[in-house]
């Protein structure tokens, strides 16, 4: 079997601080979605007529109308809806170290730095706004240039 990543899903009460979230800060652009019967965003990482660039899909839950999200995807908890869980963190790999480390701070969002012994990665850790971690791996000799 040949594996690869095609995207991840986040629950959210707050689509518009999302989208500010990953477009602003990350860079991805709203793109096309399905017509599906509840709201939400598809955030592409390059051209959004390729359905498999949508990197991140935003799943947006309408109080007033949940039957659509219930009847497709099935209910969650809305406690459940910060953090990652189990999961620690997702990640991309990127280029643009000093730009990006200049537009999160424009953007007021702390994140932590470190870089990885041996693999000549430097990452940028940074938490969206339903508080998943969000890992941007970026190779070391940026960070040496910066």
Do not use: K
């Amino acid at each position: 079997m040949a594996l690869s990543l095609n995207h991840y899903s986040i629950r959210t009460l707050d689509l518009a601080a999302c989208e500010r979230f990953y477009c602003d800060a990350l860079g991805l652009v709203v793109g096309p979605r399905p017509a599906f019967q509840f709201p939400g965003l598809w955030l592409y990482a390059g051209d959004t007529s390729q359905w498999a660039n949508a990197a991140v899909h935003i799943i947006g839950i309408d109080r007033n109308d949940p039957e659509g999200l219930r009847a497709y995807l099935g209910d969650r908890d809305e406690a459940a809806l910060h953090g990652t869980g189990a999961i620690d963190h997702v990640a991309f790999f990127a280029t643009g170290l000093a730009e990006t480390l200049a537009r999160l701070q424009r953007l007021g969002l702390p994140c932590r730095e470190r870089t990885v012994p041996d693999l000549g990665l430097h990452q940028v850790f940074v938490d969206d706004p339903n508080g998943v971690v969000v890992e941007l791996n970026f190779p070391a000799h940026e960070a040496a240039a910066a």
